[in-house]
């Protein structure tokens, strides 16, 4: 059973760079059964695939973010990490991190089966 747990600073200045990290158990990162994604839910709205990494490091993101986003994964502490920057207001959300048992790139929400408990991430000045 795979099991995952963000972390971050649950505040950020407008403009800045968001870095968070997800911690994985229960799976590899670079195990070749799984997709590892970024979600996130703003208040009142629904939930937005941000972006995945396979098992190879190959990364695919939602072109509405795709110029802000990054996500890496670090191998000996089996994390991944999500960067977004030149953040505005409009990223407050609860970002969850997600696993999904689906090959390739799966990008729509429905088709992963692993979520953490997800971190509240407030933009604001």
């Known amino acids: 059973q795979v099991q995952l747990q963000e972390s971050g600073p649950g505040l950020a200045q407008p403009s800045q760079t968001l870095t968070l990290t997800c911690t994985v158990s229960?799976?590899?990162?670079?195990?070749?059964?799984?997709?590892w994604s970024w979600i996130r839910q703003p208040p009142g709205k629904g939930l937005e695939w941000i972006g995945v990494?396979?098992?190879?490091?190959?990364?695919y993101f939602n072109p509405s973010l795709k110029s802000r986003t990054s996500i890496s994964r670090d191998t000996t502490k089996n994390q991944l990490s999500l960067q977004l920057k030149a953040l505005t207001p409009q990223d407050t959300a609860v970002y969850y991190c997600s696993a999904s048992r689906k090959l390739g790139f799966p990008i729509t929400v429905s088709e992963y089966d692993y979520w953490g408990q997800g971190t509240q991430v407030t933009v604001s000045s």
């Open positions: 990494i396979a098992y190879d490091g190959t990364t």
């Open positions: 229960g799976g590899s990162v670079t195990g070749s059964y799984y997709a």
